[in-house]
Each structure stands twice: as structure tokens, then as C-alpha cells.
């Protein structure tokens, strides 16, 4: 049997994620898994560009990170950047750098790609389901995907939990006022219609599965899990009501209590009650019982894609 160790890097808006896995033909085992929040994207709404703060802390975290993968003996590692280098006018400047960084090319995917690496990446995961919904909320961008067999419709929103944070919330650090909430809705609402997302659903009969920072990090709030374990949180569903009472309940939180919470990074405290409120509003929309939790997202997309 033959093995390589293969790395994925995943470069979004708000988390960088490293995937370290033995290639086998078998398929993928796990070996580490990595997650930082530099917040790549901060500002970016306001000024259209990626600003070098930001950009001087993901470059140093893939130093890092590169070393990290050449510790653990990777031979080849795939990156892949989503939003923050489709929105910003100075994003191509941006990869390269950050790529030199990795000692590996970034590769921008479209919104679309982004969605079809979502799906190769549920497909996997969950193969004995034929017809299903996923739903990929990231920092700027938020990709659903609807699966009848063969049959796939894609569509990728332009909002995010920290794009509709920056966009609608004044002060982060305080409880999100009435009037935040109802901007965030308006701009979740002209998403969904720009995108006619409820036509685009149809049949509501299918299982919702969710996937990235949002989506998981909601689940370890419910599950208040201090220390990550991925057996509990991948497969995990998570009802309709507690996605309601977990995006009602974090907006009355300041960020101080949110990060207190069992399970909420303090590094996400900001954004989480956006994101919480923009999965409340696609399970509703979905009419949905509730949501499947899914840590295979976009990095494990990219492996088999390159590798399989």
C-alpha cells in the first residue's frame, strides 16, 4: 500500500485552516488539524482592500504553518484562498505574497468552485445521502448547495458573519441592539432574494447539512464543549428550536459573555451572533428540523480534488 502525507490550507475571511492527512489507497487519515482566526478580511467591506496588518498576521502564521507541515514530513501541500481575495481589488498582490509565505501557490477559487469543493467534500462524508442541502457560511460568503443525485444547484450569498457584522453591528463588544438585528435581516433578506433562494430550495424534504467555523462553532456552543473533539461535533444534528435559541440568545451577550460561553473562542465572539442569525434564517428557510454538523469542509474539497 502506498502513503504520502498531504497538507490542504484553507485561507478565508475570517480562519486560516491547516489539514494534515496520510494519503493512502484507501483514502485520507487524519493526522493534525489546525485552526487560527487572523481575520484576513478586517476592514476589507469598508475599504475594498485587504490591509497590511491583516495581511503581516497570515503571513506569519503560514511561516509557521509551513514549517509545522515540514515538521510532520508533508510532501505536498494544496492552499486555497475563497472570499477575502475575490472581493478585495489588491487580492491576486495578496496570494502571491502569502504564498511565497507558504511555499506553496494559492489558488483563488470562484464562488462556485468554492461550493463544488463543499459538495465533494459532503459527498464523501455523507454517501449514503442522494438528495441534500448544504450550506457553507464563511467569514464573507456563504455558498448553499442543492443535491438531487446528479442533479446540483449552486449559488454563493455575498454575506458572511463578518461582512454582516461590520456591516450592520456598531460596537461588537456590546449586546447587538434591536436595530443591528433588523439590518442584518434586511441584508440576509436581499441575499436571498437576489439569489431567489427559496425557489432555488424547492423541496424542503431534504436534510440540511451545514459545514465551517460557523456552523461548528455554533454546535460546540450547544454541546458546551471546552476542548474541540471532532467524533462529537461531525454528524452531530442540531435541532431547529436550539439554532433559534442559540441566535436569539448570543445577541443579548456582550462579547465578554459570549467568550465566557462554554465552547465559543473568544476570537469569534464578535461575529458569532451574526453568523448564528444568518443559520437561523437559512434553516427556516429550508423549513428544516434541523441542521447536520460537518468539520469537512473546503480543505478536505480541496485534497480530493488534487489527489484523489
Do not use: Y
Not at 484553507?10 to 487524519?30: E, P, Q
Not at 489588491?90 to 505574497?97: H, I, K, L, P, T
Not at 434591536?178 to 433578506?189: E, L, V
Amino acid at each position: 500500500m502506498t502513503r504520502r502525507r498531504l497538507a490542504s490550507v484553507d485561507i478565508g475571511s475570517n480562519s486560516v485552516l491547516m489539514l494534515v492527512v496520510d494519503a493512502t489507497d484507501g483514502g485520507f487519515v487524519k493526522v493534525d488539524d489546525r485552526v487560527a482566526v487572523p481575520r484576513l478580511s478586517r476592514g476589507l467591506d469598508a475599504s475594498g482592500v485587504l490591509a497590511e496588518p491583516a495581511i503581516a498576521r497570515v503571513e506569519a502564521l503560514l511561516t509557521e504553518l509551513r514549517a509545522h507541515a515540514d515538521a510532520l514530513g508533508v510532501e505536498a501541500i494544496v492552499a486555497t484562498g475563497t472570499a477575502p481575495f475575490r472581493r478585495s481589488t489588491n487580492g491576486d498582490a495578496v496570494a502571491a505574497r502569502l504564498g511565497a509565505a507558504l511555499g506553496a501557490p494559492i489558488d483563488v477559487v470562484s464562488g462556485d468552485h468554492e461550493a463544488e469543493l463543499s459538495l465533494l467534500a459532503t459527498r464523501r462524508a455523507f454517501a449514503d445521502l442522494d438528495a441534500f442541502v448544504v450550506v457553507d457560511i464563511g467569514g464573507a460568503s456563504t455558498e448553499v448547495i442543492v443535491v438531487d443525485g446528479d442533479h446540483v444547484r449552486t449559488t454563493s450569498l455575498d454575506i458572511g458573519s463578518v461582512r454582516l457584522t461590520e456591516r450592520c453591528v456598531a460596537d461588537p463588544a456590546r449586546p447587538t441592539s434591536a436595530t443591528a438585528r433588523a439590518a442584518i435581516d434586511d441584508a440576509i433578506d436581499a441575499a436571498f432574494d437576489d439569489h431567489r433562494l427559496g425557489a432555488m430550495v424547492g423541496d424542503r424534504s431534504r436534510p440540511l447539512i451545514g459545514i465551517a467555523g460557523t456552523v461548528t462553532t455554533v454546535a460546540t456552543v450547544s454541546l458546551e464543549m471546552v476542548e474541540w473533539d471532532d467524533t462529537r461535533v461531525h454528524g452531530h444534528t442540531l435541532p431547529r428550536a436550539e439554532v433559534a435559541r442559540i441566535a436569539e440568545v448570543l445577541p443579548r451577550l456582550t462579547a465578554t459573555q459570549r467568550a465566557a460561553l462554554p465552547g465559543l473562542p473568544a476570537n469569534r465572539a464578535d461575529v458569532l451572533p451574526a453568523g448564528a442569525q444568518l443559520l437561523w434564517r437559512i434553516v427556516d428557510a429550508c423549513d428544516a428540523d434541523g441542521v447536520t454538523v460537518s468539520d469537512r469542509g473546503t480543505r478536505w474539497g480541496r485534497l480530493h480534488e488534487a489527489f484523489s
